[in-house]
């Protein structure tokens, strides 16, 4: 095994390699350390304690916020080209590097095994930082969240000697690392050590054929495409069609509804980009898939302007992967810069709260088309987990928001920025101007990192960013914190801070 590649300020590559998908983020670091084997990891992370040097990591760099690029940066470890994803005997299990970005797991999982594992949606998305934040993706009903079938992880971490050492932590209840483990099921990236690899084995899996460790996608997918104009559309049938879907949601949450089988999701752009859309799918070898996706279009429907929509057949399910993963322009640009906010929620939208969301999807003074809302599901086999089992708390929801202001010019920051900032402040008036856990929503989702969850300026609410990502998980994610990383030698803005 040779040694990392360094990348400095006199390379050609460097201006590449300093910042990650969201522009708005840059960095000037020394060193950029390209990687291609966890066995390189530990010497360059034990180099930058030596020398006192701010160090981050990079996996596929979809991180919102500035926490792996920014202007205290010394040294960055480039994971892109560690991404090997291959079967571990020793820990019966399949080994996933935390380079490999999620389209490449997916197609290798399966060609090679036939197995599956419910993560995000956009193709480049890299697996260190999706799958430490929970990692929610089309499957969530069907088969959970990604961390439901993490068995263990490989992280570098450094102790209270300054000494960095290679840990492997399992779930296994009689392992001395387990609350490591446990707080890679969601607590978050970049706050305990760097993590080398993922190795996944379901919970009941048995036997050491890789083809039986990890679920079965569907083979094939029912899928629809809803379109709504918005000449079409008064406030009161906006209303309606959000209530729908909260409803619907919240009615078939749990993990034994046969509706599980079932995702659907609805994206709203402003009004000056002209519709809102929905995709909907469906296991096509779950009982009635047909009937599944005839009800849920007709709930959807009642009561709303006819849309125009269409139905496919049967589509294999890596195809359909694929086809959403990668043609969704806004969510893969590399040159596009981006504020982000988001939401979970328990009940349905209050009246204030729908009056926030439309004013978002109506203001024209922006100028922009990109605007939009996601309003995603969640519920089903995701709520048959106990909220303090994994580090991810949120699992009571029914459904999920994502605000996106996504632009090209850094002129036109400041206006889209306060779109972001303005629109959330008015959803959530009644509660501070963030999500705060109660009977209707559930805080927010960490892999949707947003620095102004810190600032009172914008949560002017009783709970503390924490509070919103973690819940009641955050006390035990500091002393895992305080075990593993008792120097907070890994830190960014919103990184779990060591017990006081």
């Not at 840059?26 to 010497?43: F, H, K, M």
């Not at 039986?212 to 709504?228: D, E, K, N």
């Not at 980009?273 to 909907?280: A, C, D, K, L, S």
């Not at 047909?290 to 589509?315: E, K, R, W």
Request: proline share 6%; hydrophobic share 40%.
């Amino acid at each position: 095994m040779t040694g990392a590649v360094g990348v400095t300020p006199a390379d050609p590559q460097y201006q590449d390699m300093v910042f990650g998908l969201n522009t708005r983020w840059t960095s000037n670091p020394s060193s950029v350390y390209v990687v291609d084997a966890p066995g390189q990891i530990a010497p360059i992370v034990q180099s930058a304690v030596n020398s006192g040097s701010r160090l981050t990591v990079r996996s596929g760099g979809h991180c919102f916020e500035d926490f792996v690029y920014n202007s205290d940066v010394n040294k960055v470890i480039d994971l892109t080209n560690m991404n090997r994803i291959y079967y571990d005997s020793s820990l019966n299990g399949i080994a996933v590097e935390a380079g490999a970005i999620l389209l490449d797991v997916y197609e290798k999982l399966y060609q090679t095994w036939g197995v599956i594992l419910p993560g995000g949606v956009c193709y480049s998305v890299g697996m260190g930082g999706h799958v430490a934040g929970g990692g929610w993706g089309w499957l969530v009903r069907r088969n959970g969240l990604i961390i439901d079938h993490l068995y263990a992880v490989e992280v570098v971490t450094v102790d209270a000697s300054g000494k960095a050492r290679t840990i492997i932590a399992t779930r296994e209840q009689s392992d001395p690392n387990r609350a490591l483990w446990w707080a890679h099921t969601g607590g978050g990236g970049g706050n305990f050590g760097v993590v080398t690899r993922y190795i996944f084995r379901s919970p009941g899996a048995t036997g050491t054929d890789p083809r039986g460790l990890l679920p079965r996608p569907p083979a094939t997918v029912l899928s629809s495409f809803t379109q709504w104009s918005w000449a079409d559309l008064d406030q009161a049938s906006f209303n309606r069609l959000l209530l729908n879907y909260a409803n619907y949601h919240i009615a078939n949450k749990s993990p034994s509804s046969p509706t599980r089988n079932l995702v659907g999701l609805i994206q709203m752009f402003n009004r000056t980009n002209g519709f809102i859309q929905m995709y909907v799918a469906v296991d096509a070898a779950a009982p009635n898939a047909q009937q599944l996706l005839d009800d849920y279009l007709a709930y959807i429907f009642a009561g709303v302007v006819a849309p125009q929509f269409s139905v496919a057949g049967p589509t294999p399910w890596l195809q359909f992967a694929k086809q959403t993963g990668t043609t969704n322009v806004l969510n893969n640009d590399p040159t596009l810069r981006g504020e982000y906010k988001s939401a979970y929620f328990k009940a349905a939208f209050t009246p204030t709260q729908l009056a926030g969301l439309y004013n978002a999807m109506s203001r024209t003074d922006v100028g922009n088309p990109n605007l939009n809302l996601v309003i995603s599901p969640y519920g089903g086999l995701t709520n048959a987990v106990a909220p303090s089992a994994t580090a991810m708390p949120h699992r009571e929801a029914a459904y999920k928001l994502l605000w996106q202001a996504q632009w090209k010019s850094p002129a036109d920051d400041a206006k889209n920025i306060a779109w972001a900032r303005d629109t959330y402040r008015d959803t959530f008036s009644e509660t501070g101007g963030v999500p705060v856990p109660n009977d209707v929503t559930d805080g927010c989702y960490v892999n949707y990192a947003d620095a102004d969850l810190s600032d009172p300026a914008f949560n002017q609410s009783s709970s503390k960013w924490y509070d919103l990502y973690y819940k009641e998980n955050y006390r035990l994610l500091q002393s895992v914190k305080k075990a593993y990383d008792p120097r907070n030698f890994f830190r960014h803005r919103q990184s779990v801070q060591l017990p006081s």
